[in-house]
Each structure stands twice: as C-alpha cells, then as structure tokens.
C-alpha cells in the first residue's frame, strides 16, 4: 500500500517530470505538425521545380516555412525547462 503522504521532495520532483512531459509534447507535436504540412508542400513543390526551374527559389522558401513552427515549439520546450 503506497503512503498517502507526499514530501516536498516528491512534489518538486512530479513537477519536473510533467515540464519534461510537456516539453516533449511541444516538440514532438510540432514536428508531426510540420511533417504533415510538408506532405503536400514538399511534393507540389518538386512538382513546380521539375517542369518551371525558375520556381525552385520560391518552392525552396514554400518548403522551409513550415519548418519554423518546429523551432516555436523548440522554444517553447526550452521556456518550460528553463
């Protein structure tokens, strides 16, 4: 039977282990984010390039804009920790 008691100890350590969690949620659920908007982005994207080169500028900077939500969530797993 666990003690119903709970120290100081206990509590700050639950505390860092739900930051954690939720550090790794933020992280983790952008990138599936950013995974999923790239899945049409990415093959329209090879699909302009491949019959206009002049578009691969444009389909370049159409792929990497997804990305930054991965560094918002990236920053917000470094706001939680620290």
């Keep these: 039977m666990a003690d119903p008691v709970m120290t100081l100890e206990m509590i700050e350590a639950s505390q ?21 908007g790239e899945l049409g982005i990415g093959a329209a994207a090879v699909g302009a390039t491949a019959e206009n080169k002049d578009m691969f500028g444009l389909a370049l900077l159409f792929t990497v804009i997804p ?16």
């Design 16 to 36: 860092m282990g739900l930051k954690a969690v939720g550090a790794g949620l933020a992280v983790g659920l952008a990138g599936v984010g950013t995974g999923l």
């Design 67 to 82: 990305e930054t939500v991965v560094i918002f969530g990236l920053v917000v797993a470094l706001l939680l920790l620290f």
